[in-house]
């Protein structure tokens, strides 16, 4: 086919030597002549097979502490000659410039020297120049040129050796491979820029343009809905093992993500129940099957099909009341080997153990054909932060119940209040248009669940802009209030609470969860 190429000559410069002793020895078997630098020419050699060397094609040392090594016309002009250009032709032959018809290399390890804390001397010599512009130069010329940017894309020239006869590929192969090279390309430059922003203290959105580069993608069922396509751009793999069940879908996704947020508040053995992005119900217990038990009776008919969390290894005690009640998905960062047995009773259920925590700090949404982008919402109250506006000082159970309240608010979709009693939730009213209807609506749930409001809790995600909230919650037996202030008749609020014995504190804090 005349989209097909021969490889005749190749050029190798790699950090990550893994996997390619089965490539070249493809490729000698097919008569490819190897050209290399440094180590990567050792590494040929010590394999049996002959290899020379970019100095002496380019009839250049390397120079400048290894900074210049296949910067050259030799390597670049063998790369990007177009075969079927005359001009190109009879220039190379001008200069003895010998084709380049594949090109595998990598890139120094700069996000690994930067994690590692590297000193800014040290990342900078880990800012790839040459292998860049092997990348690209290939890349671009991927007509003619083959491309292997990454060791990930090893398994993929091998499975085409393997194919085809005397190491030919197509121009879909070359052309494929090219776009790979691109995303490594963009990836890379995506960390440097990051790297450099921080280094000039451009350390806010609003300092610095938006540079995204997220590699690995988990290809989903669909999206929110069966007629919608839907994919996952991130390494799923880095923060769960995935021990049984079904494939993972775009909601529960959503409803992962904000359970892992919940949970995170907590340091104490608690278990949460999640649906549609919210808690429904929530407990923190010395015991876990405690914590279970008293989550599950905040709202048993929503917890059916939701997703379970809890910040302790499951047991197998835990695991056999959980069982009871149907279950989309289960987080923990570990589960007893009965425990195990008893959640995988059900084929479907997913079962997730949690082995590292999501990088939060930043949380983007695509809008209007852009990118909302604003710091993660990591504040967590302290009980010495709070400012006591009415009533006594509240003991430390009441703080507890105020700021256990206050995490679960928080992590509620706006508007939204929660009510909570004994480290347990009792009901929430969430993404209402009135803060008094979110109200009225976690007050009915609770007392549809049997739940006793007298001595109860509350926490509001934003100010009061009227006393009506804190009167309806008196009127409901709810004896103390948790609340970021803010409003410009705060004082309705707050004399109401004096009048009526009610305990109100403030944090400074809203909590919108939109």
């Given at each position: 086919?005349?989209?097909?190429k021969?490889?005749?000559r190749?050029?190798?410069?790699?950090?990550?030597?893994?996997?390619l002793?089965?490539?070249l020895?493809?490729?000698?078997?097919?008569?490819?002549?190897?050209?290399?630098?440094?180590?990567?020419?050792?590494?040929?050699?010590?394999?049996?097979?002959?290899?020379?060397?970019?100095?002496?094609?380019?009839?250049?040392?390397?120079?400048?502490?290894?900074?210049?090594?296949?910067?050259?016309?030799a390597v670049?002009?063998?790369?990007?000659?177009?075969?079927?250009?005359?001009?190109?032709?009879?220039?190379?032959?001008?200069?003895?410039?010998?084709?380049?018809?594949?090109?595998?290399?990598?890139?120094?390890?700069f996000?690994a020297?930067?994690?590692?804390?590297?000193?800014?001397?040290?990342?900078?010599?880990?800012?790839?120049?040459?292998?860049?512009?092997?990348?690209?130069?290939?890349?671009?010329?991927?007509?003619?040129?083959?491309?292997?940017?990454?060791?990930?894309?090893?398994?993929?020239?091998?499975?085409?050796?393997?194919?085809?006869?005397?190491?030919?590929?197509?121009?879909?192969?070359?052309?494929?491979?090219?776009?790979?090279?691109?995303?490594?390309?963009?990836?890379?430059?995506?960390?440097?820029?990051?790297?450099?922003?921080?280094?000039?203290?451009?350390?806010?959105?609003?300092?610095?343009?938006?540079?995204?580069?997220?590699?690995?993608?988990?290809?989903?069922?669909?999206?929110?809905?069966?007629?919608?396509?839907?994919?996952?751009y991130?390494?799923?793999?880095?923060?769960?093992?995935?021990?049984?069940?079904?494939?993972?879908?775009?909601?529960?996704?959503?409803?992962?993500?904000?359970?892992?947020?919940?949970?995170?508040?907590?340091?104490?053995?608690?278990?949460?129940?999640?649906?549609?992005?919210?808690?429904?119900?929530?407990?923190?217990?010395?015991?876990?099957?405690?914590?279970w038990?008293?989550?599950?009776?905040?709202?048993?008919?929503?917890?059916?099909?939701?997703?379970?969390?809890?910040?302790?290894?499951?047991d197998?005690?835990?695991?056999?009341?959980?069982?009871?009640?149907?279950?989309?998905?289960?987080?923990?960062?570990?589960?007893?080997?009965?425990?195990?047995?008893?959640?995988?009773?059900?084929?479907?259920?997913?079962?997730?153990?949690?082995?590292?925590?999501?990088?939060?700090?930043?949380?983007?949404?695509?809008?209007?054909?852009?990118?909302?982008?604003?710091?993660?919402?990591?504040?967590?109250?302290?009980?010495?932060?709070?400012?006591?506006?009415?009533?006594?000082?509240?003991?430390?159970?009441?703080?507890?119940?105020?700021?256990?309240?206050?995490?679960?608010?928080?992590?509620?979709?706006?508007?939204?209040?929660?009510?909570?009693?004994?480290?347990?939730?009792?009901?929430?009213?969430?993404?209402?248009?009135?803060?008094?209807?979110?109200?009225?609506?976690?007050?009915?749930?609770?007392?549809?669940?049997?739940?006793?409001?007298?001595?109860?809790?509350?926490?509001?995600?934003?100010?009061?802009?009227?006393?009506?909230?804190?009167e309806?919650?008196?009127?409901?037996?709810?004896?103390?209030?948790?609340?970021?202030?803010?409003?410009?008749?705060?004082?309705?609020?707050?004399?109401?609470?004096?009048?009526?014995?009610?305990?109100?504190?403030?944090?400074?804090?809203?909590?919108?969860?939109?």
């Amino acid at each position: 086919m005349p989209n097909e190429k021969k490889i005749k000559r190749a050029l190798i410069s790699v950090f990550y030597k893994d996997g390619l002793e089965n490539i070249l020895k493809k490729l000698a078997a097919d008569g490819v002549e190897f050209l290399s630098t440094g180590g990567t020419r050792t590494f040929i050699e010590g394999l049996g097979y002959q290899c020379a060397a970019v100095e002496d094609c380019t009839g250049y040392p390397s120079i400048l502490g290894g900074r210049v090594k296949t910067l050259h016309p030799a390597v670049f002009g063998g790369i990007l000659n177009r075969r079927d250009n005359e001009s190109d032709q009879a220039q190379c032959k001008q200069y003895d410039i010998a084709d380049i018809d594949l090109v595998i290399v990598d890139l120094y390890p700069f996000e690994a020297t930067i994690a590692a804390g590297a000193t800014e001397a040290e990342a900078i010599e880990k800012i790839d120049i040459g292998g860049i512009s092997l990348i690209r130069a290939a890349a671009k010329n991927f007509n003619d040129v083959v491309i292997v940017a990454s060791k990930h894309q090893y398994a993929y020239l091998e499975k085409i050796l393997d194919e085809h006869k005397a190491a030919v590929t197509t121009l879909e192969e070359r052309k494929y491979l090219a776009a790979q090279a691109f995303a490594v390309s963009s990836g890379y430059d995506t960390a440097i820029f990051n790297w450099f922003s921080k280094q000039v203290g451009e350390t806010t959105p609003a300092d610095s343009d938006l540079r995204v580069a997220v590699d690995g993608s988990m290809p989903l069922r669909y999206g929110e809905n069966p007629h919608q396509q839907a994919c996952f751009y991130g390494n799923f793999n880095e923060l769960f093992d995935q021990v049984h069940g079904k494939e993972i879908s775009y909601n529960n996704l959503l409803d992962i993500d904000a359970a892992c947020s919940l949970i995170d508040e907590f340091g104490t053995t608690t278990v949460a129940v999640l649906k549609h992005n919210n808690a429904c119900g929530c407990a923190s217990r010395p015991i876990l099957a405690d914590a279970w038990k008293d989550a599950l009776a905040g709202d048993p008919v929503s917890a059916f099909g939701g997703i379970i969390i809890t910040n302790t290894t499951i047991d197998a005690e835990t695991a056999a009341e959980m069982n009871k009640i149907f279950f989309e998905v289960v987080i923990a960062p570990g589960y007893d080997a009965e425990a195990l047995d008893v959640l995988k009773q059900k084929k479907n259920r997913i079962i997730l153990v949690r082995k590292a925590h999501a990088n939060n700090n930043t949380r983007m949404r695509s809008i209007l054909g852009g990118m909302l982008v604003q710091q993660a919402d990591t504040k967590n109250e302290q009980p010495d932060e709070l400012r006591l506006v009415s009533g006594e000082v509240p003991s430390t159970e009441v703080v507890d119940d105020l700021l256990f309240a206050n995490k679960l608010v928080k992590n509620s979709k706006s508007n939204a209040i929660t009510l909570a009693k004994n480290g347990q939730l009792l009901a929430s009213g969430v993404g209402q248009t009135s803060r008094v209807d979110a109200l009225k609506q976690a007050i009915e749930k609770a007392r549809s669940f049997g739940f006793e409001l007298n001595g109860a809790v509350m926490a509001s995600d934003a100010f009061f802009p009227f006393a009506d909230c804190v009167e309806i919650a008196h009127n409901a037996g709810i004896t103390a209030v948790i609340q970021p202030g803010g409003s410009i008749r705060d004082n309705d609020s707050i004399e109401f609470c004096r009048e009526h014995g009610m305990t109100m504190v403030m944090t400074g804090f809203r909590h919108f969860r939109h």
